[in-house]
């Protein structure tokens, strides 16, 4: 498999993975939201809430995929794996 596969695969991989992440980060805000400011807030709040809640699950995830990334790449294994560094 050659070094751009690799890459196309790891980018796929964690395109896929950014999506799901921020879908659950998404998802949990928005339940947090239903059991506790939902019934103090008016309804037209909700574009407000959802604008919110989804900066909020892009900064989550954000730092998520930051956290994974430098474990992935902390023995260098991932590195080695798309071609960045010479193998051992």
Do not use: E, H
Request: glycine share 10%; with cysteine; proline share 2%.
């Amino acid at each position: 498999m050659g070094k751009g596969t690799r890459a196309a695969i790891f980018m796929a991989a964690a395109s896929l993975g950014n999506i799901v992440v921020t879908g659950l980060f998404f998802a949990i805000l928005l339940w947090l939201y239903s059991v506790s400011l939902a019934k103090i807030l008016p309804a037209q709040a909700i574009v407000w809430v959802l604008m919110v809640c989804f900066v909020l699950s892009m900064i989550g995830t954000v730092l998520v995929y930051r956290k994974v990334l430098a474990t992935l790449r902390k023995d260098g294994k991932l590195d080695r794996w798309l071609g960045f560094k010479p193998g051992r």
